[in-house]
């Protein structure tokens, strides 16, 4: 019993392949006609696994399902995990555990009793998390697996009050461990380096405060959902880039929120750009190409071989670390857990070694999908917010924090193959 308190995300996804595998023996028995009429026409027919109690808890119970995860991950993530649990360690560990239950209860609740399926969606849902709880069972990692959870969860919800939710409470808590930090009340970590003085602000380490604030000019964006940025858009997110680069000295946030203003003055100001059928192309197989050139980077990395070693100097030594990582593991199709010792902030390559080939193709092929639906369907905020963070991934991890990077939210629509794609655009700028 203590093991499932401390931990009971494992208890948890197996009871949501059970509930998948009664949701699919609900669509035999309720379909049973539609199956004698013909296979084509049961496997497209949509059930709940309650019935008509299921569509009255998607209709009402959704949308609270949603976000009451969401709220509780965004303050276990920014506000109990900052260095406040040196502070008052009892008291966080024990609310820690509290949000992660919460968070699994409510997603899983939501995934299973308020979301239609056709018999195909199961299938395929099934078969994909099936994988991703292989890999999880072998390496703990569980930040993809809460990912695709809350992915799976967004389903038919109202994504722009949750973005508003999420985004509300990222600020506030982010603001709380920083004036903590600077009232003296919590400790905070300071660097002094090459690159100047670094301050984590309450934080366990300075790139984690700048994942943060990109996650909040990113949730700015898609809240903002207008195609040319006013000069105030502008300032915000050159705020948000000035602080990243003055406090933390988080290169990688830095250059991302400054990529995001460039993204958006071209959405703006170049709109056929992104009609283009090639430019599309180009970047809805952006995660899958840095995924690929990650590795080259990597394989062809050499201490004194010119065009690498720069490389290598200009990610702060991280081509040299996973090239050590690559040396040191073993190459595991259905993932590992990462040794102690090894250090790999590129998320592909990470992923590359933890979760082994299939997950890790899965994993950005789905984001290569979701960039393309976006795109398609003329939300290119969306598919602008997503590409930013897949370049993120080259020296950090946090494209798989699902209370940052929200766009993982809207990779329902490739999982379960909805059309058209949700998006956090106003309803009425989606008709």
Not at 182 to 193: D, Y
Not at 276 to 281: D, H, R, S
Not at 349 to 360: E, N, Q, R, T
């Given at each position: 019993m203590s093991v499932f308190l401390q931990d009971g995300l494992y208890t948890y996804i197996n009871l949501l392949l059970i509930g998948w595998v009664a949701l699919f023996l609900r669509c035999v028995i309720a379909g049973r006609s539609k199956i004698k009429q013909g296979i084509s026409g049961w496997m497209g027919q949509s059930f709940y696994l309650l019935g008509k109690k299921g569509e009255w808890m998607e209709r009402h119970l959704a949308t609270p399902l949603f976000c009451i995860p969401v709220g509780m991950y965004v303050v276990q993530l920014t506000a109990l995990q900052s260095l406040w649990i040196e502070q008052w360690p009892q008291t966080m560990q024990f609310l820690c555990v509290v949000c992660e239950h919460l968070v699994?209860?409510?997603?899983?609740?939501?995934?299973?009793?308020?979301t239609r399926y056709t018999p195909l969606q199961i299938g395929v849902v099934f078969s994909v998390f099936f994988v991703f709880r292989w890999v999880f069972i072998n390496n703990h990692e569980k930040w993809m697996l809460i990912a695709l959870l809350f992915c799976l969860a967004a389903k038919e919800v109202n994504l722009r009050l949750a973005?508003?939710?999420?985004?509300?409470?990222?600020?506030?808590?982010?603001?709380?461990?920083?004036?903590?930090?600077?009232?003296?009340?919590?400790?905070?970590?300071?660097?002094?380096?090459?690159?100047?003085?670094?301050?984590s602000f309450g934080y366990g380490w300075y790139n984690y405060l700048g994942a943060i604030l990109l996650g909040l000019g990113l949730i700015y964006v898609y809240l903002r959902s207008v195609r040319r940025p006013a000069w105030y858009d502008t300032l915000v997110l050159l705020s948000l880039a000035a602080f990243s680069h003055v406090g933390p000295n988080s290169r990688a946030a830095t250059m991302g929120l400054l990529l995001l203003v460039l993204g958006w003055y071209l959405v703006g100001f170049c709109p056929n750009l992104w009609k283009?059928?090639?430019?599309?192309?180009l970047v809805a197989c952006l995660p899958l190409l840095l995924c690929m050139a990650s590795g080259i980077m990597v394989l062809g990395w050499r201490d004194n071989a010119g065009w690498a070693h720069?490389?290598?100097?200009l990610f702060s030594g991280r081509l040299e670390l996973a090239s050590q990582a690559?040396?040191?593991t073993s190459f595991a199709i259905a993932g590992q857990a990462p040794a102690d010792w090894m250090l790999v902030d590129n998320v592909y390559?990470?992923?590359?070694?933890?979760?082994?080939?299939?997950?890790?193709l899965l994993l950005w092929a789905g984001f290569s999908l979701g960039i393309a639906r976006m795109l398609r369907h003329q939300h290119v905020l969306e598919a602008l917010c997503l590409s930013v963070m897949a370049l993120h991934g080259l020296m950090e991890h946090h494209i798989l924090w699902a209370n940052l990077n929200i766009g993982i939210w809207l990779l329902c629509g490739v999982?379960?193959?909805?059309?058209?794609?949700?998006?956090?655009?106003?309803?009425r700028t989606t008709k």
């Open positions: 699994a209860i409510c997603l899983i609740g939501k995934i299973v009793f308020a973005a508003w939710v999420d985004g509300i409470l990222v600020a506030v808590s982010c603001l709380a461990v920083v004036v903590t930090s600077l009232l003296g009340i919590v400790p905070t970590l300071v660097e002094e380096s090459h690159r100047g003085i670094r301050n283009n059928t090639g430019f599309q192309a720069q490389l290598n100097q690559l040396e040191g390559l990470y992923h590359w070694i933890i979760s082994g080939p299939v997950a890790s999982v379960y193959w909805t059309n058209p794609p949700q998006s956090f655009a106003p309803q």
